[in-house]
């Protein structure tokens, strides 16, 4: 197996790390999601505390204690969050800094490919001036 080049292992190195930017970002769409719901079920409880309803009225101090929960467990949805979108931003940036090393190295490589293209073609030309042996040469 022929040795895979600088920029070659580079690309690898950015898909795995675009890989792991998607998984930072479904995780974070995840966590937005249930921050959604439990603010959902905040604004039921809400609602079901204020009625006037009597049914509502006889469970009140469980909905509260449920509300609590709520803002609880919000509060750590937020943190986690953060820490998540931390995280995305990280990988975003270390992506993004391998994509600028690959093509920098991707550049050094065609740069050396057409310098080696060069130097073969002033070699071929200096070949046909040149003799082949010291015995062709004229007095």
Known sequence: MAEKSRSEKLKRLVAVQRHLE???????????RQRNEVSQSMEKLIDAISSADPVHMAFSVHYAERYGRLTLKDQQLDGIQKLIETKVLQERTKADRLEE??????ELETREADDNAVYDIIDQRFADVTPASSKVQKP
């Open 101 to 106: 090393h690959m093509r920098d190295a991707r």
């Open 22 to 32: 998607r998984i930072a970002e479904n995780e974070l769409a995840d966590t937005t």
